[in-house]
Nanobody, 121 residues
């Protein structure tokens, strides 16, 4: 299972760190991705981390503000979100794939429960 945490209410310009802890899998090689969905909008791929080589990807909308990292010992991936904007408001989901490094949600068979990030003054 995947356990996402770390969401909350933050003012514009503030920071949050999301965590996604994986358990119950055979975790030799995997990619964990963060997706987000704002009200009335389609799900968007935000970032991904592959544990075998530390490869990362960022959507243009978050590049330079978000940093993804992983702790193999804890099987946890973190998404550090800085300089948050109101348009970052969404439910953030983490998902895991053992075969793909894409940002297509259909390539990720296992999903966490989502954590709400609200950026507002």
């Amino acid at each position: 299972q995947l356990q996402a945490s770390g969401g909350g209410l933050v003012q514009p310009g503030g920071s949050l760190r999301l965590s996604c802890a994986a358990s119950g899998f055979t975790l030799d090689y995997y990619t964990i991705a963060w997706f987000r969905q704002a009200p009335g909008k389609e799900r968007e791929g935000v970032s991904r981390f592959s544990n075998s080589d530390g490869d990362t990807y960022y959507a243009d909308s978050v590049k330079g503000r978000f940093t993804i990292s992983g702790d193999n010992g804890k099987n946890t991936v973190y998404l550090q979100m800085n300089s948050l904007k109101p348009e970052d408001t969404a439910v953030y989901y983490c998902a895991i794939s053992f075969t793909s490094r894409s940002m297509r949600s259909s390539d990720y068979p296992y999903w966490g429960q989502g954590t709400l990030v609200t950026v507002s003054s």
